[in-house]
């Protein structure tokens, strides 16, 4: 598979952080990962790594929906803010584990390429690389 080049991982529970680093990694996914524990960390880690555009800029963000400080509405809400340079070839696809109907009317309004439920599985990372990034088998 094309490497990407870097992955945000945004979530604030540390264990589901670690196990899609531990997925990620051992599949052989991504060259640079970023780990955010909410939407505002997540922002400052785009704002690190984008400026200038640069190898380091996540190709996907993995965002969780409910975090403390800022959630992943919230998130989407700033980022459809952000510069355009910033934002081009980023994809961003939701991964929860409940979303309620109100919820899923606005984030189909925000620039989310897609909603995942947790947890992420091999199949589930096969799929969202296959219809973004192109078809290649994982690890």
């Known amino acids: 598979m094309p ?9 604030d529970d540390t264990t ?10 051992r599949l052989g996914v991504v060259e640079h990962l970023h780990i955010a524990e909410n939407g505002a960390e997540a922002l400052q880690t785009l704002q690190q790594a984008c400026e200038p555009v640069s190898a380091t800029c996540p190709d996907l ?6 975090m403390p400080v800022m ?3 919230e998130f989407l809400e700033a980022y459809a803010r952000l510069p355009r340079p910033w934002q081009q070839g ?17 984030v189909q309004q925000l ?10 599985t091999k ?3 096969q799929a969202l ?5 192109g078809a290649t088998p994982l690890g």
């Open 3 to 11: 490497q990407l080049s870097s992955v945000l991982l945004v979530d």
């Open 16 to 25: 589901t952080n670690f196990l899609n680093q531990m997925l990620i990694k």
């Open 61 to 66: 963000i993995l965002l969780d929906m409910k």
């Open 71 to 73: 959630n992943g509405i």
């Open 90 to 106: 980023i994809v961003i696809v939701m991964l929860t584990t409940s979303l309620l109907p109100s919820d899923l009317e606005r």
């Open 111 to 120: 620039p989310v390429a897609g909603i995942l439920n947790k947890p992420l």
């Open 123 to 125: 199949e589930k990372l």
């Open 129 to 133: 690389v296959d219809e973004h990034f």
